[in-house]
């Protein structure tokens, strides 16, 4: 017999079928998590909604309010003034033809790309390069703005994104398994109400239909919806 996994042997000794409230979750995936590394806390919702048509796009931003414990990677195309207030808020890159020759040439290692309204001709012609990684900036997000100083801070200080994929699926880390319980309970609280929040017009039908939490080497545990805003 070949030997389990211990994701499997975590998998086997856990009820498939049984329901967790938040708390009940987090420390269940805490108590499994590896100590090798620094497992992410992920949660996944099956939303009822079909992407594919414009009234039923879930697409936004969220602060978490204990922070994602992770050092996110921020690009900023602007230019003089404004250029000075990215860098002095932590922006990791600033640039304006030169970033966009860098990125053309794969450089894309960032987790967030900020620009100010007037270098959207300059952005524009990497819509092939950044649109399919979800970094193009857009108003919508914030990340098209004057004030980059406060985006810049937003994206360094826990604000994530998020956007519904074509099963209807979105999902999101949202903390570190060395988080407390009740730092990623706040998290999952803060995700839970966005999503409740952006709730397309075109959505028919129950919104919320299936929340899991998870990590990055754990099992996937089912939430209980009964508790959780616009379900």
């Known amino acids: 017999m070949a030997k389990q996994t211990k994701k499997q042997q975590i998998v086997a000794k856990l009820d498939a079928e049984k329901l967790y409230d938040v708390a009940e979750a987090i420390k269940t995936l805490k108590e499994h998590a590896s100590k090798k590394f620094d497992e992410t806390i992920e949660v996944a919702m099956n939303l009822g909604v079909d992407p594919r048509h414009a009234d039923q796009m879930v697409r936004g931003v ?10 996110v990677k921020v690009a900023v195309f602007a230019r003089g003034d404004k250029a000075d207030e990215a860098k002095a808020a932590g922006a990791d890159v600033v640039g304006a033809e030169d970033l966009m020759e860098a990125m053309q040439n794969g450089d894309l290692d960032y987790g967030r790309v900020i620009a100010t309204p007037d270098m959207m001709g300059v952005v524009g012609r990497l819509g092939k390069v950044l649109g399919p990684k979800g970094l193009m900036p857009n108003p919508k997000l914030g990340t098209v703005t004057p004030n980059v100083a406060q985006a810049v801070k937003d994206a360094k ?9 074509k099963q209807g699926i979105v999902h999101a880390g949202i ?48 939430i209980d919806t009964a508790g959780i805003a616009g379900a």
């Not at 969220?62 to 050092?71: A, E, I, Q």
């Not at 200080?157 to 994929?165: K, L």
């Open 175 to 222: 903390g570190k398994a060395s988080f407390s319980d009740a730092d990623i309970k706040k998290n999952a609280e803060a995700f839970f109400d966005a999503i409740a929040k952006a709730k397309p017009a075109g959505s028919k039908g129950r919104y919320i239909r299936k929340v899991t939490l998870t990590s990055s080497m754990g099992p996937g545990l089912k």
């Open 157 to 165: 200080g826990g604000q994530i994104e998020f956007r519904v994929e």
């Open 62 to 71: 969220v602060t978490l309010p204990s922070g994602t414990g992770k050092d």
